[in-house]
């Protein structure tokens, strides 16, 4: 019956079979590298693809068992997308020899390029390690207390428009308030505003703003589109191209007028008519400004490196600080006896009194910064990291081969029992205050952990005790969290935002 077979199919057989033969040894050689590792049950060829692809949910639940078996075994875990590997680790003292010894991300953060060039989260090493020197100063403590007065005339109204639904059904507060208030604000604070009352998020930019994330996690949970030829073809990509202009659009003008200002009045910091913390205080920078002077001095900063770098800043803090707040209220919500010990120390520290939060009530905020941290070991917004492994490196049980990507679970590593103790799972502050700090630092990993950890620390740690100064004496949060489901968009989201209730507190 061969002999009848027409020329082209004999070959398209042979081709198709070698391919499949490629591919098995192939395959059965990376495996080999990875043999003793825990894995799920791999299918020829495919490997994991089928248990690993699905939408945000499917993610998160996977994070989840994964980070069990880690725990279990005290092994990493190997996932298989055909023949590339992804290894995930949890354990403290791999995760900080991993995030130590590796800089380079792997391809995937290329999908965020178009929007954020090579600011810090998506730079190729070569090109982190030259602007992170200069950097890694710019949100200093005094940079971060000329925010102050930013963060209270925001928070103060949030706290007017969440005072609007008080006695009404539980409401989705995130995406109707918490996600616009921290995108303002953190868009004023990158970029400069000369009046607290001018706004720059637009309904426009916001909605291209979250488009944008959209796209990219689609983008990621769609093999077919990683590669970047197929993906130009799409409609998708054609979506983001407009929506990254909208957002580039707000950047460059606000830099043209910058630049333009900075000619004309060499002195006077644009930005600085901050009324509300004149008062001798430390003087509102902004980010964007900062970026200019260090240029004055260094040319390899160009006008794109700092737009894509401040651009970068707005990703970096929005999200991220929106989740944080989110989950802290959804958690004192539902502990009414936190709640009241939060309360009683912002009455020890404001009295009656609603005045602005300043920076020496920050540093008194202490059960108000383990509630934070409690916060963001149980519910990291970034629930894993990934980097790239460009060489060898032996870990205590296991040498990782250069090439791998390696996931580092932060989730799994906030939960574990055997770095956080049997009540691991509960949500507890007082932990934090105990005379030994919990756990160990390379376990508390929402910031990431070692090189490439997030630099915008101090700036989150003081934008969200002022919100939540500001939330809990006025307002008292109540919240349903028995049936929290979760989905991992880029960030941690909870799959249905309708928790949270407010009412007014009684003075006493
Ligand atoms: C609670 C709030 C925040 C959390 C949980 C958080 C978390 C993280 C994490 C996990 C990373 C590592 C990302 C990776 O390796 O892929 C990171 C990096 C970064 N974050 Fe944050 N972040 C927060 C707030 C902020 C804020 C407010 C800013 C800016 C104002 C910021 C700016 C950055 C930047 C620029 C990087 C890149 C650092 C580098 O690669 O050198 N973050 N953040
Ligand atoms: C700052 O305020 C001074 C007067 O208080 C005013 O002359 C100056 O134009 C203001 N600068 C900006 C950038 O708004
Ligand atoms: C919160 O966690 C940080 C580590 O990121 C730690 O330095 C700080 O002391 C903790 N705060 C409290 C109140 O324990």
């Known amino acids: 019956m061969c002999f009848n077979m027409p020329l082209w199919v004999y070959t398209l057989c042979v081709l198709l079979a070698c391919t499949c033969l490629l591919l098995y040894l192939l395959e059965r050689r990376e495996r080999g590298k990875f043999r003793g590792l825990p894995t799920y049950p791999l299918l020829p060829f495919i490997g994991n693809i089928h248990q690993v692809v699905g939408d945000g949910r499917h993610l998160f639940q996977l994070l989840d068992r994964v980070g069990e078996i880690c725990e279990n075994s005290m092994l990493p875990f190997v996932v298989w997308l055909g023949p590339c590997s992804i290894l995930v680790i949890q354990d403290p003292e791999d995760v900080k020899m991993i995030t130590n010894a590796f800089i380079e991300k ?22 982190w390690k030259h602007n992170i020197k200069k950097l890694a100063g710019t949100f200093t403590s005094s940079v971060v207390d000329g925010y102050l007065g930013v963060f209270n005339a925001q928070t103060h109204r949030l706290v007017e428009s969440l005072k609007t639904e008080v006695g009404k059904e539980p409401f989705d507060i995130i995406h109707k308030y918490l996600a616009y208030t921290t995108l303002e604000t953190i868009c004023q604070t990158a970029l400069g505003v000369s009046k607290i009352s001018e706004s720059i998020v637009t309904t426009e930019y916001y909605e291209a703003f979250n488009r944008c994330l959209e796209l990219i996690m689609s983008r990621a949970l769609n093999v077919l589109l990683h590669p970047d030829a197929i993906y130009r073809l799409t409609a998708a990509y054609r979506e983001m191209a407009r929506c990254v202009a909208v957002l580039h659009h707000v950047s460059d003008t606000v830099m043209k007028k910058r630049q333009l200002e900075r000619k004309n009045t060499k002195k006077t910091e644009i930005g600085e008519n901050n009324s509300r913390d004149s008062k001798g205080g430390p003087k509102f920078k902004a980010f964007l400004d900062i970026l200019m002077e260090l240029s004055e001095t260094d040319p390899s900063l160009t006008e794109r490196q700092i737009k894509s770098e401040v651009d970068t800043i707005i990703v970096g803090g929005q999200e991220t600080v929106a989740s944080t707040m989110f989950y802290t209220l959804l958690m004192i919500g539902c502990k009414p006896r936190i709640q009241e010990r939060l309360y009683a120390e912002m009455r020890s520290i404001f009295g009656g009194s609603r005045r602005e939060v300043g920076k020496e009530d920050l540093a008194r905020m202490q059960y ?4 934070i941290n409690e916060t963001l070991r149980l519910y990291p917004p970034v629930p894993g990291i990934l980097r790239y492994a460009d060489r060898d490196l032996p870990l205590k049980s296991f040498t990782v081969p250069k090439g791998t990507a390696c996931g580092i679970n932060s989730w799994g590593a906030g ?40 630099i915008g620390k101090k700036y989150a740690m003081a934008i969200l005790k002022t919100m939540l100064a500001h939330c809990v004496r006025e307002l008292e949060f109540v919240s349903e969290a028995e049936n929290l489901q979760l989905k991992v968009d880029i960030a941690l989201r909870p799959v249905s935002g309708h928790l949270i209730q407010v009412r007014l507190r009684q003075k006493t």
């Open 106 to 127: 792997p391809y995937f953060y290329g999908f965020g390029k178009i929007w954020l060039g090579d600011g810090l989260v998506t730079a190729p090493g070569y090109v």
């Open 368 to 371: 108000c910064e383990a509630v």
């Open 415 to 454: 939960r574990s029992v055997r770095v956080w103790g049997p009540d691991a799972k509960l949500y507890r502050p007082e932990r934090w205050l105990d005379d030994q700090p919990p756990g160990t630092p390379a376990a508390f990993l929402a910031f990431s952990y070692g090189r490439r950890a997030c």
